[in-house]
């Protein structure tokens, strides 16, 4: 009872936090120099068009009530229309976001799955050869821009030994639509269509692999300093004086309380890859969300990008409630703060 309460707050809190988003946005939209009018139409556009867009996005009214129609419009699930599609922007992002999510998905969960075994083998044989490898891959991963991993592994596995697709989500001529939930490999499995499944799977791969590296560093690194920090705690010193093989002492005892720090980074970097997917998706000419915000603004598309930007925030929100809940159920500690 105690934690759901905290959990309330919390909830509470992303409300508020998502309020000020809109606020923040609003006033970056309506304080750029110039009229958005004419920004978006270009210098080429008559005064009949520009005054015609004024009127469609509602700039002649008073800034309180442009203000109360967003916020409105946002309540509704109304993002406006793009300029740049003449569609719904809701429908533009529906169109393109589970794209992105099933990117993000499948690279969070390799970052995960590769990240955590290398931070556990790296504090295990800490300061011997697995260490310094898994350092190396880290920092590496790290320090080497996404885009230029990205057209290395197109450019090798693509063009050199054309063992892996290069662009899109499936081949050119396979009729298939994601109409259930949007993502290819559940809605592959669903409709029981194995051939695409392994397609979708191999048009992941290059994508994921470039956007997943850094944050499988930053997970390893993590998840080393939290290992060897929790070994350090008596009770892992009683279990070894008492005799306790070291494997149980890793798996059983240090694992669970050391990965705290990385699920928090997880949640973290889960959320910030829904942005900054744009770069691998453009690359590879993925058709995500993050994509279709470049274009956006690059075509000055003040509703789409508003759209892109607030939708982020909201999973942004929704993510990082779920790493709390994940968070009081790995750590009692979490659950004790929230009695307070």
């Known amino acids: 009872m105690e934690f759901a309460s905290f959990l309330l707050k919390r909830a509470l809190w992303s409300l508020l936090v998502l309020f000020g988003l809109s606020i923040i946005i609003f006033a970056i939209a309506r304080g750029i120099p110039g009229d958005p009018a ?60 589970a794209a992105t999510f099933e990117l993000v998905l499948v690279t969070i969960t390799v970052a995960l799955v590769c990240g955590a075994p290398m931070g556990v083998a790296a504090a295990t044989w800490r300061n011997r050869w697995p260490d310094h490898v898994v350092q190396f891959v880290s920092i590496f991963s790290a320090v080497t821009p996404t885009f230029l991993k990205a057209l290395l592994l197109q450019i090798l596995a693509g063009y050199v030994l054309h063992i892996l697709p290069t662009t899109g989500r499936l081949p050119a001529g396979m009729d298939f639509s994601a109409d259930l939930t ?20 191999r048009h992941l791969l290059l994508p994921v692999i470039a956007l997943s590296l850094a944050s499988m560093g930053q997970i390893a690194r993590i998840t080393r300093a939290s290992m060897i920090d929790v070994a350090g705690q008596d009770y892992i010193e009683a279990n ?40 691998v998706e453009l690359i590879f000419a993925w058709p995500g969300m993050a994509a279709y915000g470049v274009r956006a603004i690059l075509q000055k598309d003040l509703n789409a990008v508003m759209g892109v930007v607030m939708v982020s925030g909201v999973f942004f929100v929704i993510v990082n409630l779920v790493i709390d809940i994940l968070v009081g159920y790995v750590d009692p500690r979490v659950r004790i703060r929230g009695r307070r």
């Open 38 to 97: 004419r920004i978006s139409l270009g210098p080429a556009a008559t005064p009949e068009q520009v005054q015609l867009l004024r009127d469609r996005l509602g700039l002649d009214r008073p800034l309180i009530e442009q203000f109360g129609l967003f916020v409105g419009g946002l309540m509704q699930g109304d993002l406006g229309r793009s300029l740049l599609t003449e569609r719904s922007v809701t429908a533009d992002i529906r169109d393109t976001f």
């Open 182 to 201: 949007g993502m290819l490999l559940i809605d592959s499995v669903l409709r029981g269509r194995p051939d695409v499944f392994f397609e979708a799977i």
């Open 240 to 279: 070894r004086a008492f005799g306790v093989p070291e494997h149980v002492r890793v798996f059983k005892y240090a694992l669970r309380p050391s990965f705290v720090p990385p699920l928090t980074i997880l949640g973290l970097q889960f959320s910030a890859l829904i942005g900054n997917a744009f770069v």
